[in-house]
């Protein structure tokens, strides 16, 4: 069993920060990359920024500059910073992470949080 438990979601004024948390326990051998996506009501859930193994970082357009993922490999969590918030920014927030279940990395599994809320008030 694997379990992604993400946190830090909440209510923030626009302008403001939040920080979003996402811890992967359970049988792994090793995360490979890990992710944040976004789902508003409406709308298809959508890719927010990603982060490899060895730390390189992928982002939407619309989050550069203002969001930053980050990682620690020793804790197998995640991090979201978000700063300078919209309020086209409230969604579900996801937490994605694919792990290998073998030590040759030859087997990889996805997996997904529960979602944290994030709502930005104008």
């Known amino acids: 069993q694997v379990q992604l438990v993400e946190s830090g979601g909440g209510l923030v004024q626009a302008g403001g920060s939040l920080r979003l948390s996402c811890a992967a326990s359970?049988?792994?051998?090793?995360?490979?990359?890990m992710a944040w996506y976004r789902q508003a009501p409406g709308k298809q859930r959508e890719l927010v920024a990603s982060i490899t193994s060895g730390g390189s970082t992928n982002y939407a357009d619309s989050m550069k500059g203002r969001f930053t993922i980050s990682r620690d490999n020793a804790k197998n969590t995640v991090y979201l910073q978000m700063n300078s918030l919209k309020p086209e920014d409230t969604a579900l927030y996801y937490c994605?992470?694919?792990?290998?279940?073998?030590?040759?990395?030859?087997?990889?599994?996805?997996?997904w949080g529960q979602g944290t809320q994030v709502t930005v008030s104008s």
């Open positions: 994605n992470a694919r792990l290998f279940k073998d030590p040759r990395g030859r087997y990889e599994y996805a997996y």
């Open positions: 359970g049988s792994f051998f090793s995360i490979n990359a």
